[in-house]
């Protein structure tokens, strides 16, 4: 089952805050960030392994909420270089459920 | 560097036709993956490969069929082409789950091969 990503797409000014969400209906061991910029392929950014952890790459930072099954990646004074699509993977706990599986995507574009 | 190649970055072919994409990549990664990205859909797992010889069932096998001969070579094969197969197709590869970051490591993106059925 794909994660559940909102919102679909922001636009942000250089310099704005955006949170980007993650959430999934099984119950999870990881959760994995990649962006993926227009006419190139996806680059990894983090995971997160535990709940409440929080992890960061430049000022793009993420957490993990473990009890709600859900993840946020927040985007800190945006730069024009963030403008892209961002996808969460998550990983299930449970021994059949063990599959990464991505969100549909959420497209960022920052504006100067 | 990791490097993930795709054997072509655009391909045409007929319904019916037998449709081979070939990725290799080139640090010894245990584990390679076929996704196919359509507008809307995200990355959609096909199939993937721990090991040589080795492969399980993604989220949408149906249609297709892999082949892993090799630790560096994964390729993706469309028995019979159809109009609905046509996507974006991307090869990953990563290390084995043993560096602490869970069962998947981090995952390297080849370029990626659009396929046209027409």
């Known amino acids: 089952q794909q994660p559940v990503q909102s919102p679909q797409a922001v636009i942000l000014r250089e310099g704005e805050d955006a949170v980007i969400n993650c959430s999934s209906s099984?119950?999870?061991?990881?959760v994995h960030w990649y962006r993926q910029k227009h006419g190139e392929a996806p680059v990894f950014l983090m995971i997160?392994?535990?709940?409440?952890e929080q992890k960061g790459h430049e000022k793009i930072s993420a957490s993990f909420n473990e009890k709600k099954q859900q993840s946020s990646l927040y985007l800190t004074a945006s730069q024009l270089s963030y403008s892209g699509t961002y996808f969460c993977?998550?990983?299930?706990?449970?021994?059949?459920?063990?599959?990464?599986?991505f969100g549909a995507g959420t497209t960022v574009t920052v504006r100067a | 560097d990791v490097k993930v190649t795709q054997s072509s970055r655009y391909l045409v072919k007929r319904t019916g036709e037998k449709v081979f994409l070939e990725c290799v990549q080139d640090?010894?990664?245990?584990?390679m993956f076929w996704y196919r990205q359509d507008p809307g859909l995200g990355l959609r797992l096909i199939y993937f490969s721990y090991d040589v010889k080795m492969k399980e069932k993604g989220d949408i096998p149906e249609g297709y069929s892999v082949s892993r001969e090799k630790k560096e070579r994964f390729s993706l094969i469309l028995e019979s082409a159809s109009t609905n197969q046509t996507s974006m197709y991307l090869c990953?590869?990563?290390?084995?789950?043993?560096?602490?970051?869970?069962?998947?490591?981090?995952?390297?993106f080849g370029p990626g091969t659009r396929l046209t059925v027409t």
């Open positions: 099984k119950a999870l061991y990881s």
């Open positions: 990953a590869s990563s290390l084995s789950g043993t560096s602490g970051k869970g069962n998947w490591d981090e995952q390297y």
């Open positions: 640090m010894d990664h245990e584990n």
């Open positions: 997160l392994l535990k709940g409440g």
């Open positions: 993977g998550t990983e299930g706990r449970t021994f059949n459920d063990y599959k990464l599986s």
